[in-house]
């Protein structure tokens, strides 16, 4: 029974963020493991309703401009009445603000109350949130829970001292690995951060969110003990003998076309490309299922075969145009 | 005299018009502007040449010419040159492509536009150009490589076409033909020779090829478009589609191998109600197999090539496969292999 992949590997695989090799082991994992795929398919989806949710929690103005003018509203309309508020010492004002600010929520409409109540669940979630995320490694993680390997757990670390410098090889290895090779720049931490997969999910998806740029592998050491802690993870069997071959090639276009860039391409064609692309995405993981599931389906293999060359070639395309946009810029 | 005014008033009122009349106007005055570009006033508000080359070429000729924007449109003459015009671009260029000298009529021409005067000559690049209309040998073989604009090629020998978003036509053409648009549709009528049509998202037409040639395959291939193929005389016929519809409607050849495969698109084969073929025909993880015709069930029959012949006969249905015999069911008759992974495979009887 394969492991399945962690949360962050899959986000950063979706972000085309993985190196080569590592692309290799996922994709050959995701063709084969059909919870896997599905689970990919659902973190976009996880990360637009992780927008919408936070959205008026993160984005600072809006919601508190517009209670404060309402607790305004209210204090003013309570305070009409009264006379010499505004000479009253500050500290008579503060408890007086403070009085009213009682009385409101004593006097809330229930719908009032309710979305007070929600933007007050919403405000402990966005604390809770930054404070896990910047966190020291080791504070607040605990061992054995690293996603995608059952490595123990490395020591606690300062933030301060460079990761060679911290941590045992297996330890850093453990630690890439989980992370999905993910930068904790994104976040202005000086140093990676191993989390647990639910915090980690939280971690990969606010960087998608923030749109930041591809991430590089912390160092070249970490980098590839990462990779090959994923590769463990995977080792998916090659159904087609050829297999590796094409997915090489898929590595390769897939590579060269980020190098290259695809701005040459119109809007249009791109939705295009990738509409195609997931296509032959779908067909290459429902043949391969079926092709594992009775190896001696030659039908199931021809059809895998055939997904995989449509893949190649739909790359190529998209690589040729790619270089042809960049020899033209 | 006043004759003659008017074929001329005509000839700058129309030029890109593709009437019989103005096309036969043009022809007669072909050759005016041989070996040297000229210009053309505008008359009228209708568009004009305003560049022209003429180059004396084998019948044979290769013709060469990649373009980033604008249409191309290639029509055969029974002269043994080659013409080029354009009605946006300010010079056109006729490269020999050979060794050839003059005056030796050039055997591969490279067909460069510039939209600028001074704009430099590119060999081997794509002109930055308008439209281009292209005059040329019925034996020559045209390869054209486009980007957004279409691409229409008729009567000539040998074409092959590519573009990036421009649909690509292709009309009586005499041996072979090849055409790949990334997103641009691709048909091809009244034609003849072996054929292989790739596009990734647009449809693919193909209708009323014949063939002399007992080799000459046909092809179609295509990721999410739809291809729709009629009355095609090759013995040897394959289409494929990732998840879009593959149709077929006409007579079968005698002895032709039809192989139609889609993953998740359906397969729909309207035929003769007379047809005698061999079918085997498989629905892999879902989708079903349906058919007009009577299907028998037959012995094994092992082919000499298992690859494109797979054993006919046996059980008539086990694990999503049909197959047997309808009609004579002999030596004549066709064989259908049909397979999609999860798509609907149809049979039905042309009414």
């Not at chain 1, 500290?91 to 929600?118: C, E, G, K, N």
């Not at chain 2, 290639?74 to 009605?87: G, I, M, Q």
């Not at chain 2, 090759?234 to 879009?244: D, P, Y």
Request: aromatic share 4%.
């Amino acid at each position: 029974m394969e492991t399945c992949l962690d949360e962050g590997t899959l986000q950063a695989y979706l972000d085309g963020e993985l190196s080569p090799e590592t692309l290799n082991n996922v994709a050959l994992h995701l063709a084969a493991c059909a919870a896997c795929a599905q689970a990919a398919h659902a973190a976009e989806q996880e990360l637009a309703h992780f927008n919408a949710a936070f959205a008026p929690a993160l984005s600072a103005n809006v919601p508190t401009a517009k209670l404060r003018a309402r607790l305004d509203e209210a204090i003013a309309g309570m305070n009409a009445p009264q006379r010499g508020f505004a000479t009253m010492p500050a500290a008579s004002r503060l408890r007086s603000i403070y009085a009213s600010l009682v009385a409101s929520l004593t006097t809330f409409t229930p719908r009032q109350a309710t979305a007070f109540a929600s933007f007050l669940v919403a405000v402990a979630l966005v604390v809770v949130f930054f404070a896990l995320i910047q966190t020291p490694d080791g504070q607040k993680t605990t061992g054995g829970e690293v996603a995608g390997n059952n490595q123990p757990s490395a020591p606690a670390s300062s933030p301060a001292a460079p990761v060679a410098n911290r941590e045992t090889p297996d330890a850093i290895a453990a630690v890439t690995a989980s992370s999905g090779d993910t930068k904790d720049k994104e976040f202005d931490s000086p140093a990676p951060v191993r989390v647990r997969r639910d915090d980690r999910a939280m971690f990969v998806k606010a960087g998608l969110n923030n749109r930041q740029p591809a991430r590089t592998p912390v160092d070249g050491g970490n980098a590839e003990a990462g990779n090959t802690t994923v590769a463990a993870a995977a080792k998916p069997e090659p159904v087609l003998e050829d297999e590796k071959t094409y997915i090489s090639s898929i590595a390769s276009l897939t590579s060269a076309i980020e190098a290259q860039g695809a701005s040459g391409l119109t809007p249009t064609l791109r939705a295009e490309y990738e509409r195609n692309l997931a296509v032959v995405n779908q067909a290459i993981i429902s043949s391969r299922v079926a092709a594992r599931r009775n190896p001696q389906d030659t039908d199931a293999k021809e059809f895998l075969r055939a997904a995989y060359q449509n893949k190649v070639e739909l790359l190529s395309a998209v690589a040729d145009q790619a270089q042809i946009a960049s020899s033209r810029d | 005299m006043s004759a003659v005014a008017v074929c001329l008033l005509l000839l700058l009122a129309c030029p890109f018009t593709s009437g019989t009349a103005a096309h036969a106007m043009r022809e007669s005055l072909a050759g005016e502007g041989r070996g040297s570009s000229r210009n053309e006033v505008t008359r009228g508000g209708s568009p004009t040449v305003t560049a022209e080359q003429t180059l004396a070429a084998e019948e044979t000729v290769t013709l060469l010419a990649c373009l980033e924007s604008g249409d191309v449109v290639v029509r055969a003459w029974d002269r043994k040159e080659v013409r080029a015009r354009s009605n946006d671009a300010s010079r056109i260029e006729l490269r020999r492509a050979d060794a050839t000298v003059e005056p030796n009529p050039a055997t591969r021409i490279e067909v460069l536009v510039a939209k600028d005067e001074t704009e430099p000559a590119r060999p081997g690049l794509c002109s930055n150009s308008g439209n281009l209309e292209l005059d040329v040998p019925r034996g020559a073989t045209v390869q054209i490589k486009g980007n957004t604009g279409d691409v229409s090629v008729a009567g000539v020998a040998n074409v092959r076409a590519k573009t990036l978003s421009g649909d690509i036509e292709l009309q009586r053409i005499a041996k072979s033909s090849e055409a790949w648009s990334a997103n641009g549709t691709i048909v091809m009528r009244n034609s003849s020779g072996s054929a292989r049509l790739e596009t990734i998202s647009s449809e693919i037409v193909a209708n009323d090829i014949g063939t002399d040639d007992a080799s000459a395959e046909f092809f179609a291939k295509s990721v999410s478009g739809e291809i729709s193929l009629s009355k095609l005389a090759h013995t040897h016929v394959e289409a494929s589609s990732s998840n879009s519809a593959i149709d077929y409607e006409g007579a079968l050849v005698e002895g032709g191998l039809y192989t139609f495969k889609s993953h998740s698109g359906s397969i729909t084969l309207t035929l003769p109600a007379d047809s005698s073929f061999q079918l085997n025909a498989k629905v892999h993880h879902s989708g079903e197999i349906v058919t007009d015709f009577p299907i028998r069930q037959v012995p094994v029959q092992v082919s000499e090539d298992p690859r494109n012949n797979p054993p006919v006969g046996g059980a008539l249905l086990e694990d999503g496969r049909l197959t047997g015999v309808t009609g004579k069911g002999d030596k004549r008759a066709a064989t259908l292999i049909l397979s999609s992974f999860s798509g609907t495979l149809h049979l039905q009887r042309q009414q």
